[in-house]
């Protein structure tokens, strides 16, 4: 059984920067077992593949897995995977419209595709959940994460808390670029926190005031075999609902996040969250991505 695949940079228009993924096509029938072992040969952070849809309004069945397990939901497999999608016009015999609907574990993801001149450009998601904020983790421990004197790590406007669009992370501001560029993960410390070892995964991120950007952004998870991550759209979807709720008042707050410089692979996310009253009620996350390579696999 032959796949045809192509790979993506993601939250990029620069090939070898933002976040690598592989979109397998024609994997239908193939078992869970079968679909991990190919995420692991890919040795990406995760590894889409389309499948017809089980509801015929829906574009396509995505399944993403990572290297280690398959994921409810993911930011940057959604956003490149449409890319890819819109990049081909068509899908299982029908066409595309300016929105692709993708069936997840998560529930159903909309992401619209950006044209200009009839080219699908840039992809923009829709969270499939609301957002949600759980219990705050100690500062100290994500600081000690983090290689961090704790002071590094502000609480002026949120104490470090767990937040959600589909995927939960550990959201930590810091006080500035300063500290986003000295943080290191130490892995053994990951592992003997207490509130960080259950979940795993910290995004610490510090408002800048730079040309054509308001935060910067690392993401850290060595439990989980991601010592770092160039671009998290997952993680910054959870981070703009969180910001949402710090809104006053009713609009929508506009984002754009730099993730991934200190590793070499820099990314640019846009997210934006429409706020009402102290809740977010809808989260949004897209960028731009480029086309790596293409090939077939034997599954």
Same mark, same amino acid.
């Given at each position: 059984m032959t796949l045809s695949f192509e790979t993506v940079d993601v939250f990029t228009d620069t090939r070898y920067g933002g976040n690598p993924l592989a979109v397998v096509f024609g994997a239908e029938g193939l078992p869970a077992e079968r679909l991990q072992q190919i995420a692991r040969e890919f /040795?990406?952070?995760?590894?889409?593949? &389309?499948?017809?849809? =089980?509801?015929?309004?829906?574009?396509?069945?995505?399944?993403?897995?990572?290297?280690? %397990?398959? $994921?409810?939901?993911?930011?940057?497999? /959604? &956003?490149?995977?449409?890319a890819v999608v819109?990049?081909?016009?068509?899908?299982?015999?029908?066409?595309?419209?300016?929105?692709?609907l993708f069936e997840e574990i998560a529930g159903v993801v909309p992401v619209a595709l950006?044209?200009?001149?009839?080219?699908v450009t840039a992809t923009t998601l829709t969270a499939p959940e609301a957002f949600s904020r759980h219990q705050e983790v100690p500062a100290d421990q994500v600081a000690a994460c983090l290689g961090l004197d704790v002071s590094a790590v502000t609480t002026a406007r949120h104490a470090p808390v767990i937040g959600s669009v589909g995927l939960p992370f550990i959201l930590a501001e810091l006080s500035d670029a300063q500290a986003i560029r000295r943080a290191t993960p130490v892995t053994a410390r990951?592992?003997?926190?207490? =509130? &960080?070892a259950a979940n795993g995964a910290i995004l610490c991120y510090a408002r800048v005031a730079e040309p054509d950007l308001d935060i910067r952004a %690392? $993401?850290?998870?060595?439990?989980? /075999?991601v010592a770092e991550d160039p671009a998290t759209g997952s993680a910054c979807g959870a981070l703009m609902g969180l910001l949402g709720t710090l809104e006053t008042g009713s609009g929508t707050l506009r984002q754009r996040i730099a993730q991934g410089v200190e590793m070499g692979r820099p990314s640019l996310i846009r997210g934006a969250v429409d706020h009402a009253d102290g809740t977010s009620t809808a989260v949004r996350i897209g960028g731009r991505s480029v086309r790596v390579m293409t090939g077939s696999i034997e599954g």
């Open positions: /040795n990406y952070s995760e590894t889409t593949f &389309v499948l017809p849809p =089980e509801d015929p309004a829906h574009t396509a069945r995505v399944r993403i897995f990572s290297t280690k %397990r398959e $994921m409810p939901f993911a930011g940057h497999p /959604n &956003v490149g995977t449409a819109g990049w081909r016009g068509e899908l299982f015999g029908r066409p595309l419209g300016d929105t692709v950006t044209r200009e001149g009839g080219a990951f592992a003997d926190q207490p =509130e &960080v %690392r $993401m850290f998870a060595p439990i989980r /075999n």
